[in-house]
């Protein structure tokens, strides 16, 4: 594992936002005793993130790849379906992000329990992995199985309401995290490897997991009546300690990893089998993915949610509406460079496509779109414009835009929807939407908007790299 290379990604990445909240704490927002542990979980986030995407890289990807090549050569559908549905549900059940926002959503409606939510939400998200996976095995066009999946999307929030859609678009977003956005990408990758169009069918696994929680939390509030409630406050967050950060998020990512180890295990001993010195290293390289995630979400718990709820607060009371908004275009641009499951996509876009796809290009898009995702929550917030609106017309658009984009690009897009709304994104980014909007109400749908804008800035990214191959041809 090259540490050192990782180190220096995850400073470009991470930087860029330290300085931006210094500034902001000497001009408009003073950040008075929150700036120690902000700098503290800076520290955190670096050294996490990188020992993160380290191990990721040895253990994970190459799981996750083998295992899929596995089950396609294996031609039993049975068999795929299984193993799809069994490590789709056990790493999403436990993953941090889908506890923490099922725990906010539970706090606002108590008609929802959070730990049903969050067993909803997994099973949603399984099911809609066996659809991916049946997909790649029978060839079936992504755009099709896109389309389909968001019209049921679009009847079932139509009758849920614009408070359950912002429920269930953020869930979904919230998904696909740092524990299992690896698994599912290297898994896509590999029964995509063993079927015809493999380069076509690369991508798209992801994008079609992210529909499953939509799907079943609109069911789940259709059939319990769970949509009805009153906007809630936002309550002032207590100050907590370090440790007791540390301690419990060390509990919640080992449950994530505690399935997923033996998962592995069972694998390697059945179907994987790997040698014994790589099988090594890929335990080895859980041990850097488990440090590094524990870190990684220390820091963000302990250093960056109460700042952002102090950022839009402070912004939204006492500074004009555009000042609010020209911040939020900063933070939308500059977070998605810090999300650990956003370097794991572009890299293997990298390599999927030998170079031609470049990760920088990716990373330009993608904080174009989140940075406009970001922008126009605030504007939702500030003008209380339906959330409806924004679902409907960002996700048709981008099914749209799948007639003009080369099946690849697509595939790539729906997948960026869902990486791009990770950890910062469902602590920080929602927090300063809290802040801003003083209800958790108003403010949930934000992570919804940023897995819709990479639909639509990486499909136009594909449009124009063909319309460049097709004129560099002629």
């Known amino acids: ?162 408070g359950a859609a912002s429920m269930a678009f953020d869930s979904s977003g919230a998904t696909t995290g740092p524990l299992a956005v690896p698994f599912i990408l290297a898994m896509g990758l590999g029964v995509s490897s063993s079927t015809r169009g493999a380069g076509e069918s690369s991508f798209g696994l992801t994008g079609v997991a992210s529909m499953g929680p939509v799907l079943s939390v609109s069911l789940m509030v259709l059939l319990t009546g769970g949509s009805s409630s009153a906007p809630s406050a936002v309550a002032s967050e207590s100050a907590v300690s370090l440790g007791s950060v540390l301690l419990h998020v060390l509990k919640n990512t080992a449950k994530g990893f505690a399935p997923l180890l033996l998962a592995i295990l069972v694998l390697q001993f059945t179907l994987l089998k790997f040698p014994k010195i790589r099988f090594k290293n890929i335990c080895l390289g859980l041990i850097y993915s488990f440090a590094g995630i524990v870190l990684f979400l220390s820091g963000v718990e302990y250093g960056f949610s109460e700042v952002g709820v102090k950022i839009g607060q402070t912004l939204s009371e006492n500074y004009p509406f555009y000042v609010l ?28 496509s030998a170079g031609r796809i470049r990760k920088k290009q990716v990373m330009l898009f993608l904080c174009l779109g989140v940075s406009l995702a970001v922008a126009l ?20 658009l981008a099914l749209v835009l799948s007639f003009f984009c080369p099946p690849l690009f697509t595939g790539i897009a729906f997948d960026s929807g869902g990486v791009a709304s990770g950890p910062l994104s469902t602590s920080f980014l929602l927090s300063v939407a809290i802040g801003a909007s003083g209800s958790a109400e108003m403010s949930f749908g934000l992570v919804g908007l940023i897995a819709i804008s990479p639909l639509i800035t990486l499909q136009i990214l594909g449009i124009i790299f063909d319309r460049r191959k097709k004129n560099a041809a002629s």
């Open 1 to 162: 594992m090259d540490f050192t290379q990782k180190l220096k990604e995850t400073l470009i990445s991470v930087v860029p936002i330290v300085i931006s909240v210094v500034l902001l704490n000497f001009t408009l927002v003073p950040l008075d005793g929150l700036m120690g542990p902000f700098l503290t979980g800076s520290l955190f986030l670096v050294s996490g993130l990188s020992l993160f995407l380290g191990g990721v890289d040895i253990s994970m990807v190459p799981v996750g790849q083998k295992l899929g090549s596995v089950m396609a050569l294996r031609k039993s559908l049975p068999l795929v379906l299984f193993l799809g549905f069994s490590i789709g549900f056990s790493v999403t059940f436990a993953e941090p992000d889908v506890s923490v926002l099922s725990a906010r959503i539970s706090s606002l409606n108590p008609a929802i329990d959070s730990s049903i939510l969050t067993f909803m939400i997994a099973v949603g998200l399984a099911l809609c992995i066996d659809l991916g996976l049946f997909r790649a095995l029978k060839g079936i066009s992504l755009r099709a199985v896109l389309i389909c999946g968001y019209l049921v999307v679009f009847l079932l929030v139509y009758l849920t309401g614009q």
């Open 325 to 352: 908004l020209a911040v939020s275009l900063i933070f939308g641009a500059i977070v998605v460079l810090a999300e650990p499951a956003v370097w794991v996509l572009t890299s293997q876009i990298e390599n999927v």
């Open 377 to 396: 929550a605030m504007l939702r917030i500030h003008f209380h414009i339906n959330y409806l609106y924004f679902v409907f017309f960002g996700v048709a």
